[in-house]
């Protein structure tokens, strides 16, 4: 099995800035990609960012510019900078990992279980 485990959300004033971690561990042979969602109450889960092994990445077009997503892969760790945090930011944000195991050998979608961010205006 393999467990995401995040940290860093919290309350902050708009405009100012947020780091999430989540990092990967377990039965892990490989981590494809790892991401970032996020889903704000009444809202459909939606992506924030991902970054895959080659390390190109992917950013939701309301977060461009304002939030970096990197990686480090000998910790099998997931960052997200969030900088120029506006309300509209205020989620549950949900890390994703596309995993292969080192048990089975077969790829598999794993989710952490949510860190609430709060922006307040």
């Known amino acids: 099995q393999v467990q995401l485990v995040e940290s860093g959300g919290g309350l902050v004033q708009a405009g100012g800035s947020l780091r999430l971690s989540c990092a990967a561990s377990?039965?892990?042979?490989?981590?494809?990609?790892m991401g970032w969602y996020r889903q704000a109450p009444g809202r459909q889960r939606e992506l924030v960012a991902d970054?895959?092994?080659?390390?190109?990445?992917h950013y939701g077009d309301s977060v461009k510019g304002r939030f970096t997503i990197s990686r480090d892969n000998a910790k099998n760790t997931v960052y997200l900078q969030m900088n120029s945090l506006k309300p509209e930011d205020t989620a549950v944000y949900y890390c994703?990992?596309?995993?292969?195991?080192?048990?089975?050998?077969?790829?598999?979608?794993?989710w952490g279980q949510g860190t609430q961010v709060t922006v307040s205006s």
């Open positions: 970054i895959i092994s080659g390390g190109n990445t």
């Open positions: 377990g039965s892990i042979f490989s981590i494809n990609a």
């Open positions: 994703n990992a596309l995993v292969i195991s080192s048990v089975t050998m077969r790829r598999s979608d794993y």
